[in-house]
């Protein structure tokens, strides 16, 4: 009797607990659960800002071609070249100068020239402005950012009969209608994120 009472207590002892053993692989699957766990919570941050970050290059890209479309409509012609605060600007696949004309401020077209400069600078789009005195349009002899993320600008020519004009070949002010393709490009934990978009425009005020 003694005997087996001793073989219970000594049975019911190992019941009673885990052993070292069975402890380190329950440490071991925790941890294991908690590294996946972790992963699918990082990885689900990562998405949800490059999400973020398409959203924003997409409206940068956008407001930018929207910029530019409005002051190509405008325009009374593209001119190859022109100077701004002792720079010289040259219309060609990533700048496009632009004269229009003066406006008052009742919106009348008043005597002059305006000139309007748009230039990719390694990943800036920017804006100058050389106003007529005449013009109630402002001067903006130092350049603005438009859009601070631009991978890629380029600008196609197109005179009234479809033709392609190639800057440095042809004679620019012939344009009458501008093709525009913006790439935004963000890095985004080590991975590169674009969006492009493109948009062809007529000069509206352009003589015939």
């Known amino acids: ?3 087996t009472h001793q073989s219970s207590a000594r049975y019911s002892h190992r019941k009673a607990g885990f052993t070292v053993l069975e402890s ?5 699957i925790s941890i294991s659960v908690g590294l996946v766990i972790s992963q699918s919570l990082a990885d ?6 490059a999400h973020e970050a398409y959203g924003e290059l997409q ?6 071609l929207d910029e530019m479309t409005k002051q190509i409509w405008g325009a009374s012609s593209v001119i190859s070249a022109t100077t701004i605060n002792s720079t010289t600007y040259t219309s060609d696949s990533d700048t496009l100068v632009l004269r229009l004309p003066p406006i008052d401020s009742g919106g009348t077209i008043v005597t002059g020239d305006d000139y309007i400069v748009f230039e990719k600078d390694n990943a800036a789009l920017l804006r100058l ?3 007529h ?3 109630v349009r402002a001067n903006y002899y130092s350049p603005l950012t ?6 890629a600008l380029a600008i196609q020519y197109y005179n009234a ?3 392609e004009l190639l800057p440095g070949t042809h004679n620019l002010t012939a344009a009458r209608r501008i093709k525009l393709t913006l790439t935004s490009r963000r890095i985004v934990n080590d991975r590169t994120i674009t969006r492009s978009f493109d948009t062809t425009v007529i000069l509206r005020n352009k003589a015939v």
């Open 133 to 135: 005195g005449t013009s």
């Open 161 to 163: 009969a479809g033709a």
């Open 24 to 28: 380190l692989v329950a440490i071991a």
């Open 59 to 64: 409206r940068a890209a956008r407001f930018s």
């Open 129 to 131: 402005m050389s106003a």
């Open 44 to 49: 689900g941050w990562k998405a949800q800002v």
């Open 146 to 151: 438009v859009h601070s993320e631009v991978g």
């Open 1 to 3: 009797m003694v005997f």
